[in-house]
T-cell receptor
Framework: AQSVTQLDSHVSVSEGTPVLLRCNYS??????LFWYVQHPNKGLQLLLK??????LVKGINGFEAEFKKSETSFHLTKPSAHMSDAAEYFC??????????????FGKGTKLSVKP | NAGVTQTPKFRILKIGQSMTLQCAQD?????MYWYRQDPGMGLKLIYY???????DKGEVPNGYNVSRSTTEDFPLRLELAAPSQTSVYFC????????????FGSGTRLTVV
C-alpha cells in the first residue's frame, strides 16, 4: 500500500535561511511523488512532481526535491526562504483506492513559518 | 479561464439538511475526484470518476453520493448533513492515466451546525 509520512508538522525558519521539509514514502511500485503548497484559505498549487525521470526535480519559486529510492525519501528544499513561502506544504504519492486511476494520497502537511 | 470551478465557496448547513456541491471542468478531462480536508490534515479521497457514467468510492465515501452524467460535471451530494461533514471540499481533475496534470478547484468550505 502507498503512504507518505511528513516528519515535521511545523517548521520555522528565518527569512534568507534554507528550508528543509521532510517526507518519507512507502510504495509497492515505482511511485509518482508531488509537493503541493496551500496558502491560507486558498486552494492547492503544484510545486513540483517526480515521475521516474530525473531524481532531482526542480519546481516553481526556487523549490526542489530529490527522490532517494534507497532512503524512500522525497525531501523538499529551498536555499533561501522568503516571507511569501509561509504556507502549508503537502507531500503526495499516487495510489490508494483504484491506484491505477491515479488517486492521490496526501501526507498530513507541514506548516512552514518564516520569521523576518 | 480554463480550470476547475467549484460552487459555492462557503455554506452553512443545519444537521439533517441536504445540499449538492458543484464541480465543473472545461478541460475535457476524463478523471475527476472529490477530496475533503479536515483541520490539520491532508486531503482524503471521497469519490472519483474515470469518465462519464463511471464512479467509484474512495477512502471516506459514507454520507456522500456522486454522479457523472457528463464529462464536465461531477457534483457531490450530501443527503443528511452531520457535524462530522464539516470540512473543506476540493474537486480535482486530470486528463488520463500516466499523466499527472492534476488541476484543483479552489474549494468549498462547509460548516454543519
Amino acid at each position: 500500500a502507498q503512504s507518505v509520512t511528513q516528519l515535521d508538522s511545523h517548521v520555522s525558519v528565518s527569512e534568507g535561511t534554507p528550508v528543509l521539509l521532510r517526507c518519507n514514502y512507502s510504495s509497492s511500485y515505482s511511485p509518482s511523488l508531488f509537493w503541493y503548497v496551500q496558502h491560507p484559505n486558498k486552494g492547492l498549487q503544484l510545486l513540483l512532481k517526480y515521475t521516474s525521470a530525473a531524481t532531482l526535480v526542480k519546481g516553481i519559486n526556487g523549490f526542489e526535491a530529490e527522490f532517494k529510492k534507497s532512503e524512500t525519501s522525497f525531501h523538499l528544499t529551498k536555499p533561501s526562504a522568503h516571507m511569501s513561502d509561509a504556507a502549508e506544504y503537502f507531500c503526495v504519492v499516487t495510489g490508494g483506492y483504484g491506484g491505477s486511476q491515479g488517486n492521490l494520497i496526501f501526507g498530513k502537511g507541514t506548516k512552514l513559518s518564516v520569521k523576518p | 479561464n480554463a480550470g476547475v470551478t467549484q460552487t459555492p465557496k462557503f455554506r452553512i448547513l443545519k444537521i439533517g439538511q441536504s445540499m449538492t456541491l458543484q464541480c465543473a471542468q472545461d478541460m475535457n478531462h476524463n478523471y475527476m475526484y472529490w477530496y475533503r480536508q479536515d483541520p490539520g490534515m491532508g486531503l482524503k479521497l471521497i469519490y472519483y470518476s474515470v469518465g462519464a457514467g463511471i464512479t467509484d468510492k474512495g477512502e471516506v465515501p459514507n454520507g456522500y453520493n456522486v454522479s457523472r452524467s457528463t464529462t464536465e460535471d461531477f457534483p457531490l451530494r450530501l443527503e443528511l448533513a452531520a457535524p462530522s461533514q464539516t470540512s473543506v471540499y476540493f474537486c480535482a481533475s486530470r486528463n488520463g492515466v500516466g499523466t499527472y496534470g492534476y488541476t484543483f478547484g479552489s474549494g468549498t468550505r462547509l460548516t454543519v451546525v
